[in-house]
């Protein structure tokens, strides 16, 4: 598995466990239709704005295993909806090292490396 710069993909977040397959990394295949494979940092407005559009990641879901997310967790979001936050003004930051090169289909390296924490 590779990230958007070409190097194997690391881990984005253990704890809370994060990624399609909830291993961690944001890795993907043909069922995940979202492409959950932005590995970003949540902010208070992204984790707001995506609430706003019907997915609310704030909200702990137990019959998920799912413990809510806040600001400063890390957390792989499908590139769609990271886009969309960005051309509303919120996306959230990146890292480029735990973001798996599927996202490059839907958003632009050059637009990723303006987001980057590492």
């Not at 598995?1 to 990394?25: H, I, Q, W, Y």
């Not at 902010?43 to 809510?68: C, H, K, T, V, W």
């Not at 051309?87 to 987001?115: D, F, M, S, W």
Request: glycine share 6%.
């Amino acid at each position: 598995m590779k990230n958007v710069l070409g190097t194997p993909l690391r881990e984005c977040s253990a704890e809370p466990l994060a990624g399609f397959f909830r291993d961690g990394f944001c890795h993907t295949c043909r069922e995940d239709s979202g492409s959950h494979t932005v590995c970003a940092e949540m902010s208070e407005a992204f984790l707001l704005f995506s609430q706003s559009r019907g997915n609310d990641l704030i909200s702990p879901q137990e019959a998920y295993d799912f413990p809510g997310l806040k600001p400063g967790d890390r957390w792989c979001l499908c590139a769609a909806r990271w886009l969309e936050a960005e051309q509303a003004g919120c996306a959230p930051p990146v890292n480029l090292l735990a973001t798996h090169e599927e996202a490059l289909k839907v958003i632009p390296l050059a637009l990723l490396q303006r987001y980057a924490t590492a």
